[in-house]
């Protein structure tokens, strides 16, 4: 089998090349003094124009938003203000003495609520009617 000349000068090459000790021949550059330049200069500045739009921006947003300080959660109802302790132990006073009155009459429902209606009664406790056939004995 015939290998072909460029294979055969490829396999000829040393596996490593070691490094030569000194400067790195054709580097005109100190490599410890190199800076970023003008690109880099110009990229920093463009970011720093960038975020300064950015925040000007949010800040004219956050102008628009309409934000009430005062709002509950939904579903939190907000709790009673009283100007004086005094108006707190009355409040107190007229809410035990409707507790204690019990619940109102049928007839002092304010109109449009209707009357309650009392619990069904359980099967067990239905009396048996004659000739009912699913009474319970």
């Known amino acids: ?7 055969a000068a490829l396999m000829m090459l040393p596996a490593e090349v070691t490094p030569s ?7 005109a550059v100190d490599p410890q003094r ?9 990229s920093f500045v463009f970011l720093i124009i ?3 739009i950015l925040y000007f921006s949010l800040r004219k947003q956050l102008k628009k938003v309409n934000f009430d300080e005062n709002a509950l959660p939904a579903g939190v109802k907000r709790l ?3 100007a004086t302790a005094e108006a707190r132990r009355a409040s107190a006073a007229a809410f035990e003495a409707r507790r204690a009155a019990g619940p109102p009459p049928e007839d002092s429902m304010p109109a449009g609520f209707p009357a309650p209606t009392p ?4 099967p067990a406790a239905r009396p048996a009617a004659p000739g009912d056939d699913n009474a319970t004995s």
Do not use: C, Q, S
């Open 119 to 122: 619990p069904p009664t359980p």
């Open 34 to 42: 190199v800076t970023p330049g003008l690109l880099g200069f110009l």
């Open 1 to 7: 089998m015939a290998v072909p000349a460029a294979v």
């Open 21 to 27: 000790p000194g400067a790195t021949p054709g580097l």
């Open 80 to 82: 009673p203000t009283y």
């Open 50 to 52: 960038a975020v300064v």
